[in-house]
């Protein structure tokens, strides 16, 4: 099994849910995705695995959200995944996609992973 977790190791929810994927005897690809922050598209597919709006990826609590100016409407997709790539501090975390399956969990809580690891 193939997963990619776009993880942010200062995050207790992120290390918890790589620590129960390390524990399942898997080694996903690690994207700490605010050095290597994921593109429009790639914010945009996110979403569509999770089977959710763009605007469900946003963590409004984080100061950057709360003080920015410039968000562009909740309902639209593109503009705002292009907000998030330039903002990736909002991004919602840790999401863990498995590819060959199409799909894709936040890890809050943690737990959530088992689904993705048939538990």
């Known amino acids: 099994m193939a997963l990619t977790i776009y993880h942010n190791p200062r995050c207790s929810k992120s290390r918890k849910t790589l620590e129960i ?15 290597n922050t994921p593109d429009a598209a790639t914010i945009q597919s996110l979403a569509g695995m999770l089977g959710i709006a763009v605007a469900d990826l ?8 709360k003080v920015a100016s ?9 503009a705002l995944a292009m907000w998030i790539e330039a903002h990736p501090i909002v991004l919602e975390r840790p999401i863990v996609v ?4 199409g799909k894709a969990i936040v890890g809050r809580p943690p737990e959530n992973v088992e689904e993705l690891l048939g538990r």
């Open 70 to 78: 410039d968000i562009p409407d909740l309902d639209d997709d593109a």
């Open 58 to 65: 946003l963590r409004k609590g984080e100061s950057e959200f």
């Open 21 to 35: 994927i390390n524990n399942a005897g898997i080694e996903p690809l690690i994207v700490h995705y605010l050095d």
């Open 98 to 101: 498995d590819a060959e399956a």
